[in-house]
Each structure stands twice: as structure tokens, then as C-alpha cells.
């Protein structure tokens, strides 16, 4: 493909090469063909199921349409929308295109009054944008699942690293690397699952939802069933219920969706920034990379603030695609049809977004001088322990003799250890509590 400097977007240019299955699967080109598929499989079906209605197509007749199909190209897209100048209305333009094709042909040209028969333009977008998205989620969910490959990854080799936990940004019970790893793993495993669990949905019942072109041409068909056979035959549900357009809010489920999964990456690329920012994390050098234009000796987290950046654009996008897609005045408006052209962009920005999130993760090392130096210096975030045991031993007022102790206050082993020796508890407490340090208090987090 090639490599284009003067689109608008950036996902056409300086990211186009990162998201080449993303970006063919919500092209122009895309949508102009799937509504050339829709529309030549519906004649095809009408043919086949009912012969006696609307007259049956040889075999020949069909391997010439679907010759015709097969091979669909660009210079097709080009005539579709030559017509389109011509009849300012995008699927009119492709039923004319499939018309001056079958007028060519006698045999065809005694089908040309089938070519979108029954149908309203809704009934073709609706279908096309459905499989357009389902395809569109099946790539993004590839995309996520090579993230988690890399967390689940990094949650077993990190699990026995301890390191200092903040809260607050302050000093608090240590964790383990591997175990705040598997925090992400899960909460997007949560969100796949929702996404794989949603149904696209399109309608194909006329001009308001109601069958009326179908069951005045022929009322001896069960025009929902048979329809609904059509649209499934695509991998997509049949919505029954529904005005001229389909409601959308299956595609708000989705959106949604994609903004939690894109918040749940942003706080894992915040993390991970602020980690490398206190030394926790190092980042590997590459030679030939840049940090800064003035400072050589800069290595920055790009990666992670690309992320941030791209599924912030993502999550804008998604707010919008929510608010305005399930709204629609009466029997509709035509307000959706232009923001359902930019659906494939909350797509392209959080793929790009995960990409980078995925580079990052791969370039960090824990930086394990720093993180027991970081353990070493902060025995105070024993009291935690120490006043647990008190209290497990009946002394009321624990938390007040250690908040007086640590409160804002460094501790180092020997003024813990010496504490401790003070301590009305039992010997075996006061010898487990010794035994203890900031280095294995971690509680079950090498197991979680």
C-alpha cells in the first residue's frame, strides 16, 4: 500500500503501515463492496428460496454474477462512485452499477427488476456497517490478545519481585511486580469477554421497520423469517424491532466497551511512566533512538505516552459514537449515516494505542538495585504488620501507639527492631515480627 503524506489523519500516514488490516477493514473501498455483496447475494437468494416467485437462475446464469462478484476491485469502486456524483446517493450508485453490468447479458437483464428488491438503503448499511464492525472487532480483539500474551508474560517472570507499593504516592504495603501485572491481565480479560459477548445486530425490513414492500409484493412468505435467514447468513442477528434504521445501540455497547478497555490501558501506561520516572523500571537503550534534540543522555517512555495519547483520542471518539449513534429523530434522520463513516477510527487510534503499549512493555526491565534500595530505606511500612499482631493479641490502642511511632517518620531495621523489643506481646509474635522486613512482607502477591 502506499505510503500517502498528505491525508488529514494520521492513520492514513505517519501510523497507515501499523494498521494495514484495520484500515482496509473500514475503507471506502470496504463499504462500497460489501454492499455490492449484499446486494447481488439477496437476488441470488430470492432466487434460489422461492423459484416459483421470483424465477430461478441457472447455474450459468449464477456463475456469471458471482464471476462478477469474486472479482470486485477498485476500478469497480471508481465507477460506483463516478455514479454516485451522478445520483448524490451511495447505495442507489451501486444497484445502477450491478444494473448497467446485467443489462449486458440477455439472460441477466431479465433479473435487473430484482436487484434490490424489497429494500431500502438502511437495509444495505445496516448489514454492511455490522459485518464491517464484527470484522473490525475480530482484528481489535487479536490486537488485545497479543497484549495480554505480553502481561501474563511479564506476571509470571515478575511474581517474586517485591517492590515498594505507593498510595497516595506515598510509602505503603509492598507488592510484587508479576501480581500488579495480573491486575491488568484480569481486568481486560473482564472487557473481552463483554466484547465477545456482544451480538451485531443489523435490520432488513423496509422503509420503517415494517416489511411493507415485501408483504405487498407477496404475502405468502414469511417475510421475517426468510429475511432474517439472509442477515444471518452473514454472521449477523436480526434486529425485529426497529424503525427505518437499525438503533445502533448494539454499536454504543461496543464503543463503550472499547472506552473501558482503552481506560484500563490508559492506567497501566500512566503506571508504567511513573514507575520508570522513579527508577523502578529501566528502559532498554536502542542505539540509533533518540531521546531528546538538545539532552543525549535522554531515554523517554514514548511509548507509553503514545499510548496514552492515542487511547485518549480513542476514548473521545467513543463518547460521541455513544451519545449520538442511539439517538435518531422519529423513523430517523440521516444524522448517522456520516458518523458511522468514522466508526473505524476509535479502531485505528486504540490499535495504534496498543501497539505502542505493547512496544513499551517489551523494552522495560525492573531495575533491581533500585527497588531494594527503595525497600531498604522504608521499614516503616512494617507497622502495618506490627499493629495487626498487637491487635490480634488484645491491645486497643495499637494504631495509636504506632501512628505516634511512624507517622511521618523514616524507620530503619534497628529502630524497628528495637521497637519490637518493647512491645507487650507474646515471644512467637515478636519473633515472627523480626523475621519480617519490607522485602517479605508481600503478603500472598507472588501467589495472586
Known amino acids: 500500500m502506499k505510503y500517502e503524506h498528505n491525508n488529514i489523519s494520521p492513520l492514513d500516514n505517519r501510523y497507515s503501515l501499523k494498521i494495514l488490516d484495520t ?9 462500497v463492496k460489501q454492499r455490492f455483496i449484499i446486494e447481488i447475494e439477496w437476488l441470488i437468494y430470492l432466487c434460489d428460496k ?3 416467485f421470483f ?6 446464469s449464477k456463475s456469471k454474477i458471482y464471476k462478477f462478484k469474486d472479482q470486485f476491485s477498485d476500478k469497480d469502486v471508481l465507477k460506483i462512485k463516478k455514479i454516485e456524483a451522478k445520483t448524490n446517493h451511495d447505495v442507489k450508485a451501486v444497484e445502477y452499477f450491478i444494473k448497467d453490468f446485467f443489462k449486458k447479458d440477455k439472460v441477466l437483464s431479465k433479473y435487473i427488476h430484482l436487484i434490490h428488491f424489497g429494500l431500502t438503503s438502511e437495509d444495505i448499511n445496516s448489514l454492511a456497517y455490522s459485518i464491517m464492525i464484527n470484522n473490525g472487532l475480530s482484528i481489535y480483539l487479536n490486537k488485545l490478545s497479543d497484549l495480554l500474551k505480553i502481561l501474563k508474560n511479564r506476571s509470571v517472570k515478575w511474581k517474586n519481585i517485591a517492590f515498594l507499593s505507593r498510595t497516595h504516592g506515598q510509602a505503603a504495603s509492598p507488592s510484587t511486580l508479576g501480581k500488579e501485572m495480573k491486575v491488568f491481565v484480569k481486568r481486560l480479560e473482564k472487557q473481552i469477554d463483554v466484547l465477545k459477548s456482544i451480538k451485531p445486530l443489523a435490520k432488513y425490513s423496509g422503509a420503517t421497520g415494517n416489511y411493507h414492500t415485501f408483504m405487498i409484493a407477496n404475502d405468502k412468505i414469511n417475510w421475517p423469517k426468510f429475511n432474517k435467514k439472509f442477515v444471518n447468513s452473514f454472521g449477523i442477528s436480526m434486529n425485529d424491532y426497529t424503525t427505518q434504521i437499525e438503533p445502533h445501540d448494539w454499536i454504543a455497547e461496543v464503543t463503550q466497551t472499547l472506552t473501558r478497555v482503552n481506560n484500563i490501558c490508559i492506567d497501566l501506561s500512566q503506571d508504567m511512566w511513573i514507575y520508570i520516572a522513579n527508577d523502578i523500571f529501566a528502559l532498554n537503550v536502542i542505539y540509533n533512538e533518540v531521546g531528546s534534540s538538545t539532552m543525549p543522555h535522554k531515554v523517554n517512555p514514548i511509548d507509553f505516552e503514545n499510548a496514552e495519547g492515542n487511547f485518549g483520542v480513542s476514548n473521545t471518539l467513543n463518547d460521541f459514537f455513544t451519545n449520538k449513534l ?5 423513523q430517523r434522520d440521516l444524522s448517522d449515516s456520516t458518523v458511522l463513516r468514522n466508526i473505524g477510527l476509535t479502531f485505528g487510534y486504540s490499535q495504534i494505542a496498543l501497539l505502542s503499549l505493547y512496544k513499551g512493555l517489551s523494552k522495560v526491565e525492573p531495575n533491581r538495585q533500585k527497588i531494594y534500595e527503595e525497600l531498604d530505606t522504608n521499614w516503616e511500612v512494617l507497622t502495618e504488620a506490627v499493629q495487626t499482631i498487637m491487635r490480634y493479641e488484645g491491645i486497643d490502642d495499637a494504631y495509636e501507639q504506632l501512628k ?30 523480626k523475621m519480617l522486613s519490607p522485602h517479605t512482607y508481600i503478603g500472598l502477591s507472588n501467589k495472586l
Open 404 to 433: 505516634s511511632l511512624s507517622r511521618g517518620k523514616k524507620l530503619d531495621e534497628d529502630s524497628y527492631i528495637k521497637f519490637i523489643e518493647t512491645l507487650n506481646i507474646s515471644a512467637e509474635a515478636k519473633k515472627r515480627l
Open 326 to 330: 442511539s439517538k435518531s429523530r422519529l
Open 50 to 52: 422461492y423459484p416459483k
Open 23 to 31: 484500515r482496509a477493514c473500514f475503507s471506502e473501498h470496504e463499504l
Open 55 to 60: 424465477k430461478k437462475l441457472s447455474q450459468s
